[in-house]
């Protein structure tokens, strides 16, 4: 239960901690990677229903754009895993924090600070790191996915934020039900074994569906710092993951621009949560 700060930031760390598996899982399972999403994303929808009981409202048309652009990062995280490194998609996709902050100030009109330009540009820096000496076509399209799953996340988390707390959840609902029915007509070129099954289940029903409900019940407790830096545990395990169980070693250069990423969107943030005020934060 969690009833406290306490117990949350232990939500929080298991959370992060069952993220980071994603990699792992989806290199695992042998199937084609909209079938993956589509099942993942099933399971996960009847949990979140269970956890909401089973109360369904009308979306916005925000609401509806949030749960477009959550389908649109789960697919292209899965497919980024299958196509690249396990550490360049979710290295890339983390990017999220920046393009946040560049949306922030192209809609929301949220005026950027000296410690956001300074942090954009070490980043676009640190992201000509992932295209070096991998070559291959897919390799290429996988971190171009793993880049664009970073910035459909930035526009969930800029949309959700416009909302009343407590409503994200609905159009998460949605999102996850909308990547079910998107990836059903490739089931017909996969068949999961017994062990790629087992993979999906814990993909829908740990990753997505339970550390959700887990993470958004802490942070009903957790300070908003909280809720930034403990979830960096997920980059920072999710290649560690792959390389124990999967035996796929990123590059050097993946390596070095994943440390930069993560370390200047910590600093940054750390920064903003003590001197900027609430008003202009950007994420």
Same mark, same amino acid.
């Given at each position: ?22 990699? #792992? ?98 980043? #676009? ?93 802490? #942070? ?64």
């Amino acid at each position: 239960m969690i009833t406290n700060r306490k117990s949350a930031l232990l939500g929080l760390i298991v959370a992060a901690l069952l993220w980071s598996t994603g990699g #792992m899982l989806i290199k695992l399972i042998d199937g084609h990677a909209l079938a993956i999403s589509s099942s993942r994303a099933g399971i996960a929808a009847i949990i979140l229903l269970i956890y909401n009981r089973f109360r369904i409202t009308r979306l916005t048309k925000t609401q509806w754009l949030i749960a477009l652009f959550y389908s649109l990062t789960v697919i292209q995280f899965v497919a980024a895993n299958k196509l690249t490194t396990s550490a360049n998609a979710i290295f890339l996709q983390f990017t999220a924090a920046i393009w946040v902050a560049i949306f922030s100030r192209l809609f929301l009109k949220t005026r950027l600070r000296k410690s956001d330009l300074i942090s954009i540009i070490i980043i #676009m820096f640190s992201l000509t790191l992932f295209f070096i000496n991998k070559f291959e076509t897919g390799n290429i399209i996988g971190n171009i996915l793993g880049l664009s799953s970073g910035i459909s996340f930035a526009g969930f988390i800029v949309l959700i934020g416009t909302q009343k707390e407590g409503s994200g959840i609905q159009p998460l609902i949605y999102g996850n039900v909308f990547t079910f029915l998107v990836g059903l007509p490739f089931y017909t070129v996969t068949m999961l074994g017994t062990s790629s099954m087992i993979g999906i289940i814990l993909l829908g029903l740990f990753q997505i569906g339970i550390s959700y409900i887990i993470y958004s019940k802490s #942070m009903e407790y957790a300070t908003a710092l909280d809720g930034i830096l403990i979830p960096v545990i997920e980059p920072i395990l999710n290649p560690i993951w792959v390389v124990l169980l999967v035996h796929e070693i990123p590059s050097i250069y993946a390596i070095i621009g994943g440390i930069i990423m993560i370390t200047t969107i910590t600093i940054r943030s750390m920064y903003q949560m003590k001197h900027v005020e609430p008003q202009h934060r950007t994420i």
